[in-house]
């Protein structure tokens, strides 16, 4: 079957640097996408990789390697305000476009 | 309407009762989805559609049904409402690149 996997929880103080790993195993997928849900809101989209490699929006950065079953999102900076879940997420190919989340992993940042 | 809406914000439903979520957008997105967020289960797709006149079966969609009529609207049914269908149901719709997906503020539902 699909599954994406994540760690449940991270915890790393402010302005520090913290990875939130997700790998997967899948038959095929478009692409590894990012969202940040804060505790009794929506998940907002975070970033998107299509291709191997990394990119990067501002604090925020993703990365993807297709041949290890493997992505990241790396916060730089953190801030309180970082405090939230993350989850990752694929378009599944093969049949209907299912958008299909990780397990997500709540972050805590510490002062 | 701006974006994504849903209807109700929260409901307090008995069992056995029929209840439809209602999810609006403005978007003119294709893709449109149905999630349900549990504790700990993170979320997990109900139903999907692609495109206005099509929907398909997620990973959790007994109880459930859908129907896309138009672009906009994507209604989530519960025929016969169930203990185990008390979580936080949100919707979401994407364009058809599929690569950011736009979610409702979610509607809480306790069935008791």
């Known amino acids: 079957g699909q599954s994406l996997e994540q760690p449940s929880e991270v915890t790393a103080v402010e302005g520090a640097i913290v990875q939130i790993n997700c790998t997967y195993q899948?038959?095929?997928?478009?692409?590894l996408s990012w969202y940040q849900q804060h505790d009794g809101g929506a998940p907002t989209f975070l970033s998107y990789?299509?291709?191997?490699g990394l990119e990067e929006t501002g604090r925020f950065s993703s990365f993807l390697s297709r041949s290890d079953s493997y992505g990241y999102l790396l916060l730089q900076e953190l801030q309180m305000k970082d405090s939230a879940s993350y989850f990752c997420?694929?378009?599944?190919?093969?049949?209907?476009?299912?958008?299909?989340f990780g397990t997500g992993t709540q972050l805590k940042v510490e002062l | 309407i701006a974006g994504i809406t849903q209807a109700p914000t929260s409901q307090i439903l008995a069992a056995g009762r029929r209840m439809t979520l209602r999810c609006t957008q403005d978007?003119?997105?294709?893709?449109m989805y149905w999630y349900r967020q549990d504790l700990g289960l993170g979320l997990r797709l109900i139903h999907y559609?692609?495109?206005?006149?099509?929907?398909g079966k997620g990973e959790v969609p007994d109880g459930y049904s859908v129907s896309r009529a138009n672009t906009d609207d994507f209604p989530l049914t519960l025929a016969s409402a169930v203990p185990s269908q008390t979580s936080v149901y949100f919707c979401?719709?994407?364009?058809?690149?599929?690569?950011?997906?736009?979610f409702g503020q979610g509607t809480r539902l306790t069935v008791v």
């Open positions: 899948t038959s095929g997928f478009y692409g």
């Open positions: 997420a694929v378009i599944l190919t093969g049949g209907g476009n299912k958008l299909t």
């Open positions: 990789n299509a291709l191997d």
């Open positions: 978007m003119r997105h294709n893709a």
């Open positions: 559609s692609n495109t206005a006149g099509t929907t």
């Open positions: 979401a719709s994407s364009d058809s690149d599929n690569t950011e997906a736009f």
